[in-house]
């Protein structure tokens, strides 16, 4: 059960779609809701663009408390509006940016950026949520306009421990879903792990109320890695969350090759829940 759900904002980023999807499913799941402004590293900015590290500290430390007063602003506007039980907090710069996570039970971040900041990688705080907390966290894409989610999830399905991981804090919001679609990758069609793995997990769900079906996609050639398939099925099939198990490779694998998280949490046109 869900009782506390928080979402994260930063710099002078426009977050009034995940602001939206946060307090939305606030109300829909009777719980509270905390927005959490997140202050960058400025002594690190200033260290880096010097010299006069001390003014250029001043400096941006002042834009940050700008953009944290009017990420405030539109927090309290749109959750008032959508009428859920919602608070406000500014962390501070020597709290641990994760800290709040690991006292909430579903955390919600905007969609990170490509583009690498020497003050604050989007991207890189994502991965730190998901890996320092083990917390489940929701990314909602930059263009997602639908104000509610979580109707046809489709679970990105693999025997591994992430997966599991993400498919039990998933629980609750399966249970409320229409149908979940089960969707494995397979590296050839009618794998028998694959299936015995699908009839597993449909069984699994199907105990705890869960309506599901299941199926096994073979990676097509041209999709790089299997969050191209997985993301192809959920545009095709109409489902408007993406579950799956974050980071089954090392975290500099991740980084230096790529892989499954990075470039759902980057590229889905969907919300993306991960677990790790």
């Excluded at 999709?223 to 997985?230: F, H, K, R, V, Y």
Aim: glycine share 6%; with cysteine.
């Amino acid at each position: 059960m869900i009782k506390r759900a928080l979402v994260y904002a930063y710099g002078n980023v426009d977050h009034d779609n995940t602001y939206r999807a946060a307090a939305d499913f606030a109300l829909r799941h009777d719980c509270e809701l905390t927005g959490v402004f997140v202050t960058h590293d400025y002594m690190n900015y200033a260290s880096v663009y010097g010299p006069g590290p001390i003014n250029l500290a001043q400096h941006y430390y002042e834009m940050q408390k700008e953009f944290a007063t009017a990420a405030k602003e539109r927090f309290i506007e749109i959750t008032n509006k959508i009428g859920c039980n919602a608070q406000w907090h500014n962390l501070s710069e020597l709290e641990a940016q994760s800290k709040p996570s690991m006292y909430t039970d579903i955390s919600f971040v905007s969609q990170p950026k490509v583009e690498k900041s020497l003050i604050f990688n989007d991207t890189d705080f994502v991965d730190n949520l998901v890996i320092d907390t083990g917390m489940p966290v929701i990314v909602i894409p930059e263009a997602w306009t639908q104000d509610t989610f979580g109707d046809r999830p489709l679970l990105g399905w693999k025997e591994c421990r992430e997966a599991a991981s993400a498919t039990r804090h998933a629980l609750s919001i399966m249970r409320a879903a229409k149908m979940v679609d089960i969707v494995t990758v397979a590296a050839k069609i009618n794998d028998k792990e694959d299936l015995t793995a699908g009839i597993q997990i449909s069984a699994y769900l199907t105990v705890h109320g869960v309506e599901c079906n299941f199926q096994s996609k073979i990676k097509a050639d041209d999709d790089p890695n299997e969050a191209n398939t997985l993301h192809r099925h959920a545009l095709v099939n109409g489902c408007d969350l993406i579950i799956i198990g974050g980071y089954g490779h090392s975290r500099l694998r991740e980084i230096i090759l790529g892989g499954v998280t990075r470039s759902l949490i980057r590229n889905s046109k969907v919300p993306v829940l991960l677990a790790h």
